[in-house]
């Protein structure tokens, strides 16, 4: 099946769109401030994904008006528990369609380059996994072919129709379908995201030409995917040894290497190879750094302090300090750096 991108559409009239669209309105800002703070790591994307935007839990979840003002119902007929359905999955007018968050998608704060490449890894996972649970729970996707009014055929959610006609009434036929979204429906699109594969995305933007920016910088300790990195797996089933971390000591254009402190040895890999930053644990620290945390710790509570440091930290990072910063070094009784 052809996967459809978001960012080709035109401008969508809203006055069509009702609810859907001032629920995405609502969410926007939140859900792209969210995203903004992502790195560009389609394993960082899908978690994202799978946290917040098929989290029924979470309120910038996907679904919350529709489901939200379905539960308000005292009950629903048969037309109104296939649209539901349809109003979740449908290509265009669903709220993973065009008309839903495709909205979101076109919105120009995510067409700059800075957010081109989440935005489209976003995009792919999203389709992809739709379009998966699609074919899984055979949702017809023209709306001539559903026929919601014969339960028998099974061309259309045969699994949903099933429940439906063997519900006593309304309120039942309601209940049935809540129960068809929250443990067949739901689950299979999480289950198909988590399918996607880190390869697939970023084949897909290399074709488009969008160049995956790098999250890491020299002095990073970073993961890195290993000769038994099995590429069909999550980061989190890689068999032991899959995968390894270290400092980055040099990027040399796409190349990147990285100093394993267990093999005492510098290792060679592409950018692709490198999953990303690794988290730092206090005995990986220098010894600087753990000089710097401790001394911080005592004066935490002093926010005048606090401040001074951090304008300090300010005056550092800047190389047009460098002869003041070896003046202050020398008041201090310390070395300048490098020497």
């Not at 401008?11 to 009702?18: A, F, R, S, T």
């Not at 609810?19 to 389609?42: C, H, R, S, T, Y």
């Not at 068809?180 to 594969?197: D, G, M």
């Not at 999250?215 to 038994?228: A, G, L, M, N, S």
Request: charged share 35%; aromatic share 6%; glycine share 6%.
């Amino acid at each position: 099946m052809r996967i459809k991108r978001y960012s080709d559409i035109e401008p969508v009239n809203e006055e069509i769109l009702g609810k859907i669209v001032n629920f995405f309105k609502n969410m926007w800002n939140k859900a792209i401030q969210e995203l903004e703070k992502l790195g560009n790591d389609p394993n960082d994307v899908k978690d994202y994904i799978l946290k917040n935007t098929l989290n029924t839990k979470d309120d910038t979840n996907v679904f919350s008006q529709l489901l939200t003002d379905f539960g308000k119902l005292p009950g629903a007929n048969d037309q109104a528990c296939l649209d539901l359905v349809a109003n979740m999955l449908d290509q265009d007018a669903g709220s993973l369609g065009k008309q839903g968050i495709g909205v979101m998608f076109s919105d120009k704060k995510l067409q700059g380059e800075d957010m081109k490449a989440k935005r489209r890894m976003m995009e792919f996972t999203i389709n992809s996994a739709r379009d998966k649970t699609i074919n899984d729970l055979k949702f017809q996707i023209d709306p001539k072919k559903r026929n919601p009014d014969n339960l028998d055929d099974t061309n259309h959610l045969p699994d949903l129709k099933k429940a439906l006609k063997g519900a006593a009434d309304d309120a039942k036929k309601k209940e049935a379908t809540l129960n068809f979204i929250n443990t067949k429906l739901i689950p299979t699109l999480i289950n198909n995201v988590k399918a996607v594969r880190e390869e697939d995305v970023k084949k897909t933007l290399e074709k488009e030409g969008i160049e995956l920016p790098a999250d890491f910088e020299v002095k990073d300790v970073v993961k890195y995917k290993t000769k038994k990195y099995d590429p069909n797996k999550d980061e989190d089933d890689q068999p032991e040894g899959g995968i390894a971390q270290g400092e980055v000591r040099k990027i040399d254009g796409n190349n990147v290497t990285i100093f394993n402190s267990k093999l005492n040895a510098e290792i060679k890999k592409t950018k692709e190879e490198i999953i990303g930053k690794a988290e730092v644990t206090e005995e990986q620290k220098g010894e600087n750094a753990k000089k710097a945390a401790d001394q911080l710790g005592k004066i935490k509570g002093d926010e005048d302090k606090m401040g001074q440091v951090a304008k300090f930290a300010e005056f550092i990072q800047n190389d047009a300090n460098k002869d003041k910063i070896a003046e202050i070094e020398k008041i201090l009784g310390g070395e300048a750096q490098g020497q």
